[in-house]
Structures are given as C-alpha cells and as structure tokens.
C-alpha cells in the first residue's frame, strides 16, 4: 500500500528541456542524454551559474503535470514534490516561484536533495525520470516510476497516469486515465 508519492519536478512537472531551448535559442536532439552541458560545450558546474531564478521560475510546464497533481492529490494521502536542484539561491527561488504559479499549495511541501533515496521505504512511490534515482529508490523497497523523457529519446504517447496508477496498484477513473 502505496501511503507517500514523491514527484520529480524537472521533466516530470517542468519542462526543464524546453526551458533550456528557449533561454540559448538551441534545439536539443531527443535522445541527447543527461549532460546537456556538454550540448554547448561547456561543463555544467560552469553553466548551471547561467540557470538563474528566472530560468526555473518560467520553466513550462509538462502538458501532463496538471492532471497529474490533481489525480496524485486526490488519490494519495501525502504527495510532495521532490527535486535534486543545485544548492544554489536562485534555482530554489525560481522553483518556489514556479511552484507558487502553478502549484501554490505544494509550496510547502518542497523537498530539495540530491539525496532522494533516503527517504524510499516500502510504502513510498517516486515519479522520476532519473534512472540512477528510481533505481537507488527500488534498493530501498520503494516503488519507482522511471517517466520517459526527451533525454532518453522521444517520450511518444505515454500516459503517466496509468504508469503510476499500475505500480501503485490503483485504479484510474477511465476519463483521467485518457486525458
Ligand atoms: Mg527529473
């Protein structure tokens, strides 16, 4: 029984890609992988000092993130938003922004780590698009959703919904499993 869902923020509810593309003016190839540094030649720890909080407070969002939250929040006692962000000021603060436009009553449930298997345990689920993360949850008993994402190659028709609600062991209204 599935009591505590953790979900991904970057290219699960925030199109952290698209955020990307539009402050550089670059198209990014699905499939590029996970570095997107290395697209402009750079390192990250040189570029995520470009990312600044008007960067993450605009993000778009994912076009499943709305019925997502509201399904999430409906079926499942606790829901919290779970992000990896650098410990830098302006990414919490654009993410907070972010979540106050979109999602204001998840801005106090935000949890920031790169450390997010600590808190994996048998009645926990994590929406991630991550493979190292959803695999460090599942070595702790917790249920992992790996979301497909523009990183990893063309994400197609994929209904998120149905993925969580099937790992989860849950049913989904017919109409939101089709939204
Ligand atoms: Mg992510």
Known sequence: MIHDVFVDADMVLADFITGVERHFNVTVPDGFGYDVARYFDRTWDVL???????????????PWAQSLM??????????YILTSLEPIAGH??????????WFPEYMDK?????HK??????????????PPHCKAWRARRGTAVEVPSRW??????YNIIEAVAQAAGVTVPHKLGTE
């Not at 509201?70 to 829901?79: A, C, I, P, R």
């Open 48 to 62: 995520k000092y470009d990312l600044d909080e008007e960067f993450y407070s605009s993000l778009p969002k994912m």
């Open 70 to 79: 509201k399904w999430l929040t409906h079926e499942f006692d606790n829901v």
């Open 92 to 101: 919490i603060n654009g993410r907070l922004i972010w979540l106050g436009i």
């Open 110 to 114: 935000l949890i920031v780590t790169k």
């Open 117 to 130: 298997h600590l808190l994996a345990r048998s009645t926990t689920l994590l929406i991630d698009d991550y």
């Open 152 to 157: 990893k190659g063309p994400v197609g028709d």
